[in-house]
């Protein structure tokens, strides 16, 4: 998929005036032609560049040959009547336009999606110090917090280069809570879609394994060597091998998610592929670069379709892009001086 199909997509949703009836907080805001219409403040918003708001007027305005610019108080003024659900909104359309219309990269006919969450700095304020969190001691209080954070969520189709969910939340929010919420989210867009989702160690649990088994999603999840250890240790020097996992009723209920704990209490057995394999890359310091080879380990419910260096180059050369990701975001378009 090309770039500027992608932006053809996206400047046909942000200029349908269908869009306006989400945006509004006000009733009849955005209806009226004016400076600052839905459609100008919108792409103002995605293209801002600029750590002061005064230049990103003249940058975006100028770059339209557009000189009458909008003051900073008519700005302001009209960020704050924008209901921000649009971005919900548009991220819909977006994404099933795009998936419904253009030609997609996949792998053995598979969507190759990759889930991360990061950490983001914000700007220092009270409201946020209370609403987001920051590093605090317990001894400190929320106004004691010198820099607000939050944890960012994003699922990301690596192959095609599109974030098709991004959530902002409470710094100390967890990994998997907001993975249930994408696949919620996502779960009707996925429902005729061939899925192969790329995880990390922070996600390995039954609890997310048996969702994917219930919603038709293959996953590859990195685990740590000690990740039931029990199970695996009778498997030693073996690479490829499955392991049969009995839940008893202590710990079907810890499980959080209530369709996962009634389809365990159901059925509280799960067989699930473990490969073990080795990946080697090049680590970079100021002085020197090395290669470094790891032992690495995967659990999988993908068959023997896909062997072991499939689902080693899968996760290694694949999910790196969501990383990328994150450095596009927050290098190059500055996402942690948004306001």
Same mark, same amino acid.
Not at 112 to 125: E, N, R, T
Not at 243 to 261: F, M, P, Q, T
């Given at each position: 998929?090309?770039?500027?199909?992608?932006?053809?997509?996206?400047? /046909?949703?942000?200029? %349908?005036?269908?869009?306006?009836?989400?945006?509004?907080?006000?009733?009849?805001?955005?209806?009226?032609?004016?400076?600052?219409?839905?459609?100008?403040?919108?792409?103002?918003?995605?293209?801002?560049?600029?750590?002061?708001?005064?230049?990103?007027? $003249?940058?975006? +305005?100028?770059?339209?040959?557009? +000189?009458?610019?909008?003051?900073?108080?008519?700005?302001?003024?009209?960020?704050?009547?924008?209901?921000?659900?649009?971005?919900?909104?548009?991220?819909?359309?977006?994404? &099933? !336009?795009?998936?419904? #219309?253009?030609?997609?990269? &996949?792998?053995?006919?598979?969507?190759?999606?990759?889930?991360?969450?990061?950490?983001?700095?914000?700007?220092?304020?009270?409201?946020?110090?209370?609403?987001?969190?920051?590093?605090?001691?317990?001894?400190?209080?929320?106004?004691?917090?010198?820099? =607000?954070?939050?944890?960012?969520?994003?699922?990301?189709? $690596?192959?095609?280069?599109?974030?098709? %969910?991004?959530?902002?939340?409470?710094?100390?929010?967890? !990994?998997? =809570?907001?993975?249930?919420?994408?696949?919620?989210?996502?779960?009707?867009?996925?429902?005729?879609?061939?899925?192969?989702?790329?995880?990390?160690?922070?996600?390995?649990?039954?609890?997310?394994?048996?969702?994917?088994?219930?919603?038709?999603?293959?996953?590859?999840?990195?685990?740590?060597?000690? +990740?039931?250890?029990?199970?695996?240790?009778?498997?030693?020097? !073996?690479? /490829?091998? &499955?392991?049969?996992?009995?839940?008893?009723?202590?710990?079907?209920?810890?499980?959080?998610? %209530?369709?996962?704990?009634?389809?365990? /209490?159901? %059925?509280?057995?799960?067989?699930?592929? $473990? $490969?073990?394999?080795?990946?080697?890359?090049? #680590?970079?310091?100021?002085?020197?670069?090395?290669?470094?080879?790891?032992?690495?380990?995967? +659990?999988?419910?993908?068959?023997?379709?896909?062997?072991?260096?499939?689902?080693?180059?899968?996760?290694?050369? #694949?999910?790196?892009?969501?990383?990328?990701?994150?450095?596009?975001?927050?290098?190059?378009?500055?996402? #942690?001086?948004?306001?």
């Amino acid at each position: 998929m090309m770039a500027h199909d992608a932006i053809s997509v996206l400047s /046909n949703i942000i200029n %349908d005036e269908s869009l306006i009836e989400h945006a509004q907080i006000i009733r009849n805001s955005f209806t009226r032609k004016r400076k600052i219409s839905l459609d100008n403040l919108l792409n103002y918003l995605i293209f801002r560049n600029h750590d002061v708001l005064s230049e990103d007027l $003249v940058s975006y +305005f100028g770059a339209l040959c557009d +000189f009458d610019i909008p003051t900073r108080q008519a700005m302001i003024k009209s960020m704050s009547i924008l209901n921000y659900d649009v971005w919900d909104s548009i991220m819909d359309r977006f994404r &099933n !336009e795009i998936y419904n #219309e253009l030609p997609l990269i &996949n792998f053995k006919d598979y969507i190759i999606l990759a889930v991360d969450g990061s950490f983001l700095d914000l700007p220092p304020h009270i409201a946020l110090n209370h609403y987001f969190g920051g590093n605090q001691t317990s001894k400190m209080k929320i106004s004691d917090i010198k820099k =607000p954070q939050a944890k960012v969520s994003m699922i990301y189709d $690596v192959l095609n280069k599109i974030v098709l %969910d991004f959530s902002i939340s409470h710094y100390r929010t967890s !990994e998997i =809570p907001l993975l249930f919420k994408h696949l919620k989210k996502l779960q009707e867009f996925f429902c005729d879609k061939k899925i192969i989702l790329l995880a990390d160690r922070y996600y390995g649990s039954v609890e997310l394994f048996r969702y994917c088994e219930m919603h038709n999603i293959k996953y590859i999840v990195r685990v740590k060597k000690n +990740f039931f250890k029990h199970y695996i240790e009778k498997h030693e020097g !073996e690479i /490829n091998f &499955n392991i049969n996992i009995k839940l008893d009723k202590a710990w079907i209920r810890r499980i959080k998610n %209530d369709e996962v704990r009634k389809s365990m /209490n159901e %059925d509280p057995k799960m067989d699930i592929r $473990v $490969v073990r394999g080795t990946y080697t890359y090049n #680590e970079k310091s100021k002085k020197k670069e090395r290669e470094v080879t790891v032992e690495t380990q995967y +659990f999988t419910n993908l068959d023997g379709g896909f062997d072991i260096a499939d689902i080693i180059d899968l996760y290694h050369h #694949e999910r790196w892009n969501v990383e990328n990701a994150y450095d596009v975001l927050k290098n190059s378009l500055n996402i #942690e001086q948004y306001t």
